[in-house]
């Protein structure tokens, strides 16, 4: 199993641009969520998905999208990046819901906005 | 008051030592509690469940205090390898702490 693969590693935008930040799991794991990693904050919750279909917003949703077409991809889109989002983002996975269970990580995405 | 706080370190330790980390959270209506690790410039993996009655994994212990509402991760025997930074997760909004960073010298 390749577990959580997220692409790109790393990614600089200028201020407006969009992107679409990608996720994917091949361990049949029902929910998932987006995370953003920045210095002396620790992990903070973006969006989750308790399973293809549902999504819910997190402590910090302003400013993204997503979207659970399938089981297997989780896509975070900026709508238009600022530099407040300059940030390492982690995608995470479990079988059931991050509360009870261990949550597997993808590497995540540096991702500087000029 | 943030809702999960740790002290952020660093805790520097000599090889052999035994080093305690604190967590201390907000909602006393918490549930569930993990310890992540995370390696720099990594994701972060689990360590360890805590649970009520308290836990150990080898040299890691986890303990939890309701009553005063923080939980502990305690290494002994530090090893090099144990250098890290070590997150605290409480309950279902998924909160993370901001982490405590370990060094261990030789």
């Known amino acids: 199993n390749a577990g959580v693969t997220q692409t790109p590693k790393f990614q600089v935008l200028k201020t407006g641009q969009s992107m679409t930040l990608q996720c994917a799991q091949d361990m049949n794991h029902e929910y998932m969520s987006w995370y953003r990693q920045d210095p002396g904050m620790g992990l903070r919750l973006i969006h989750y998905?308790?399973?293809?279909?549902?999504?819910d917003q997190g402590e910090v949703p302003n400013g993204y999208n997503v979207s659970r077409s399938t089981t297997e991809d989780f896509p975070l889109r900026l709508l238009s990046a600022a530099p407040s989002q300059t940030s390492v983002y982690f995608c995470a996975s479990s079988f059931t819901g991050g509360n009870v269970d261990e949550q597997f990580f993808g590497p995540g995405t540096r991702l500087t906005v000029l | 008051r943030k809702e999960v706080e740790q002290d952020p370190g660093p805790f520097n330790v000599p090889e052999g030592a035994t080093v305690a980390f604190n967590c201390t959270y907000s909602n006393s209506a918490s549930q569930s509690f993990f310890w992540y690790r995370q390696d720099c410039r990594k994701e972060p993996k689990l360590l360890m469940s805590?649970?009520?009655s308290g836990n150990e994994d080898g040299r890691f212990t986890a303990q939890l205090n309701r009553a005063s509402q923080y939980i502990s991760l305690l290494i002994r025997d530090s090893k090099l390898s144990d250098s890290a930074t070590y997150l605290c997760v409480v309950n279902n909004d998924m909160r993370f702490g901001a982490g405590t960073r370990l060094t261990v010298k030789p």
């Open positions: 998905s308790v399973g293809a279909g549902i999504t």
């Open positions: 805590v649970y009520s």
